[in-house]
């Protein structure tokens, strides 16, 4: 389980205002929140991790977690901040969906504090008052268009009806991501009959993300992708995704 520290530090330089974690925290390999994020020491939200609630907050990274975070996974209601210095100080960015390879964003191993905000969002009629926990992360609050673009997206096809009111029950009642809805169908029988991904087939998908986001053809920078599509079947919305945090993108769209 994650370890949360309860004591309160009470030295200034590791208080922080509002709702805070203290700097105690620790890797670990637990629960995740309903509405919050979890922080990965590996790419691909791999090995140890810990998580925080929406509207908490760690001004200062403990020694061992200090600049190690790889990747980061939403849940909920949430979006993330991550600053380059503690107490929120240095350059900052805000991820608003999970993301896969910090690398790739210019932040790997490069982050000393963080907030994760409670972002709200469609109030559903779900289970216990849930309410719809943000499937889209901007990208559409109705779950039913959540599910259809997974499916169209993974399966290439709409939603069956017993898929659509699955997956928007998980949406609404349990609090899934869209990057849950799709994980969930890359891992189905009916995504791995649909045939063996080559490699051909994996550079043409990532020369297709190429145009549509930076509008010109890939180098040699490409093969990362290439690799993603080819063995951990991202789709050409995830390229896209992560095209879109890079450092060309932001530049051409300042």
């Given amino acids: 389980m994650v370890r949360w520290r309860t004591t309160v530090l009470v030295a200034g330089a590791m208080l922080v205002a ?94 000393s504090s963080i907030r994760v905000r409670n972002t709200g969002g469609y109030q559903g009629s779900g289970a216990q008052g849930g309410g719809f926990r943000g499937g889209g992360r901007g990208n559409g609050s109705d779950p039913d268009i959540v599910v259809r673009r997974a499916y169209q997206d993974i399966l290439g096809r709409d939603p069956d009806e017993a898929g659509l009111r699955l997956y928007r029950r998980h949406i609404i009642d349990d609090g899934w991501t869209e990057a849950r809805v799709r994980d969930t169908l890359r891992n189905s029988p009916e995504y791995r009959d649909r045939g063996a991904m080559t490699v051909a087939r994996a550079e043409e998908i990532v020369r297709r993300a190429y145009l549509s986001v930076l509008n010109r053809e890939p180098d040699a920078g490409s093969r990362g992708y290439v690799n993603d599509v080819f063995r951990n079947h991202w789709t050409q919305q995830d390229v896209e995704r992560e095209l879109r945090n890079s450092t060309e993108y932001r530049t051409r769209n300042r």
């Fill in 18 to 111: 509002g709702s805070s974690i203290a700097a105690g925290q620790q890797w670990g390999n637990g629960s995740v929140p309903r509405d919050g994020a979890c922080f990965y020491r590996d790419p691909d939200y791999h090995g140890e991790y810990f998580c925080l609630q929406s509207g908490d907050s760690l001004g200062a990274m403990p020694g061992s977690m200090n600049d190690e975070i790889s990747s980061i996974r939403l849940f909920g209601r949430a979006d993330v901040t991550v600053f380059r210095d503690v107490r929120y100080d240095g350059t900052s960015r805000r991820f608003e969906s999970d993301v896969k390879n910090l690398e790739r964003a210019g932040w790997d191993d490069k982050i």
